[in-house]
Structure formats: structure tokens, C-alpha cells
């Protein structure tokens, strides 16, 4: 069936780095953009990044710009979230999404969603 | 700078009609997508584009526009539908936004 399974998350002190993968499996990973969202421990949603399915479009929210970078393997169907100089309020549950796009060719509407969710995997950063 | 504003907190009795309102400019141009956040558990998308449902969920929920509102409509409350409810949508640099999230409670 149609899944994302994340891993990677741990405990590491500030200004430390981690790697988090995003393994995908019954769907042709290749097809589609991914994002990660996190959420810090009571707080909402907050979308990280997204890439295309080529890889070619990349983009960060303004609170990781700069020490997040996302990347992708299409062949091995994995999805990465490199985090460097990371701070304390970087800690949350971090999550990546398949980005699904719609076309309704009757309406002439597209719709743009994240369809697919993985678990999640605990990042916490303190010293 | 763009954001999607939920209230926080709406309760409803058992078996009622229950709106949960998401507000915010994006909305003029793209539909709200709705997820449904149980405690502990990963989010799952419950209404995307106008009202659209994905395979799997229940056809007591629904969606709806006006301007820049959107809202999420659960008729016939049940137990079960007792958690967190985030509205999603884009941005104008076509970046994924989030609102702060409703907790339902179910009465």
C-alpha cells in the first residue's frame, strides 16, 4: 500500500546537525513532489520544504532557509531533510507528505494537497 | 505576510451540525485543504480542493467557500471526530501555509 515511512530523528545539542529519510513505498515516487512539515511538541503544523519530482524546484520556509537542505533519491525512493546548526526550537515531530496536484477539467480548478502522510520521526535539540 | 486564521477551540453536542472557519487573502486564489489530527497520530487529509473527500472518509464531512473563508462542515458530530483540525492552503510564492489548528471537542 501507499506509504512513507520517516526515520532518522534523535536528541542532539544545538548547533549540531541530522539527517532525517523519508522512505516511499507503493507509489511511483518519481511522480510526485514531496514536502516535510513539522510540529513542535502542542503547537500546529508548520510546512519545512518541498521539492519537485525532478528535484529542480526547491523551496524553504523562511525559518530554515539557509540550514535545512531537502533532497531526493528517485532510484532509491527516498526523500532526505538535512538540518545543520540546528536550535532549540527546531525540536518537533517532523513529517514528510506526497504532494498531490488535481486538475477538475469540467470546473477548470486545480487542486494542490498533501494526500499522503508518513508517522513522523522526533527531532530534540537541547544541550 | 500570508496566514491562515483558525479559531482555536469549537465544541459541539453529539450529533449536531458543526462549521469550523479558516480565513485568509490565499484563499481568494486557492481552495482550503482540511487534515483531521488525532493525539499522537500523523495528520490525514479529510477535504481537499472545492469539497472533494478522499477514498476512506466519511461523507458527514464537507467543504465550503466564501471569499476568503473556508470552511469545514461535520453534520452529525460523532465521538470519533474529536480532534485537532488544520486548514492548508498556499501562499503567493506557492509555499504551503497552515493555519493554527482547531481542536474540536465533541459534547
Known amino acids: 500500500q501507499v506509504q512513507l515511512v520517516e526515520s532518522g530523528g534523535g536528541l542532539v545539542k544545538p548547533g549540531g546537525s541530522l539527517r532525517l529519510s523519508c522512505a516511499a513505498s507503493g507509489f511511483t515516487f518519481s511522480d510526485y513532489y514531496m514536502s516535510w512539515i513539522r510540529q513542535a511538541p502542542g503547537k500546529g503544523l508548520e510546512w519545512v520544504s518541498y521539492m519537485s519530482n525532478t528535484g529542480k524546484t526547491i523551496s524553504y520556509a523562511d525559518s530554515v532557509k539557509g540550514r535545512f537542505t531537502i533532497s531526493r533519491d528517485n532510484a532509491k525512493k527516498l526523500l532526505y531533510l538535512q538540518m545543520n546548526s540546528l536550535r532549540v526550537g527546531d525540536t518537533a515531530v517532523y513529517y514528510c507528505?506526497?504532494?498531490?496536484?488535481?486538475?477538475?477539467?469540467?470546473?477548470?480548478?486545480?487542486?494542490?494537497?498533501?494526500?499522503?502522510w508518513g508517522k513522523g520521526t522526533t527531532v530534540t535539540v537541547s544541550s | 505576510s500570508s496566514e491562515l486564521t483558525q479559531d482555536p477551540a469549537v465544541s459541539v453536542a453529539l450529533g449536531q451540525t458543526v462549521r469550523i472557519r479558516c480565513q485568509g487573502d490565499n484563499l481568494r486564489s486557492y481552495y482550503a485543504n482540511w487534515y483531521q489530527q488525532k493525539p499522537g497520530q500523523a495528520p490525514v487529509l479529510v477535504i481537499y480542493?472545492?469539497?472533494n473527500r478522499p477514498s476512506g472518509i466519511s461523507d458527514r464531512f464537507s467543504g465550503s467557500s466564501s471569499g476568503d473563508t473556508a470552511y469545514f462542515t461535520i453534520t452529525g458530530a460523532q465521538a470519533e471526530d474529536e480532534a485537532d483540525y488544520y486548514c492548508n492552503s498556499r501562499d503567493s510564492s506557492a509555499n504551503h501555509l497552515f493555519g493554527g489548528g482547531t481542536k474540536l471537542t465533541v459534547l
Open positions: 480542493g472545492k469539497s
Open positions: 507528505a506526497r504532494d498531490n496536484e488535481e486538475v477538475n477539467q469540467v470546473l477548470y480548478e486545480r487542486y494542490f494537497y498533501m494526500d499522503v
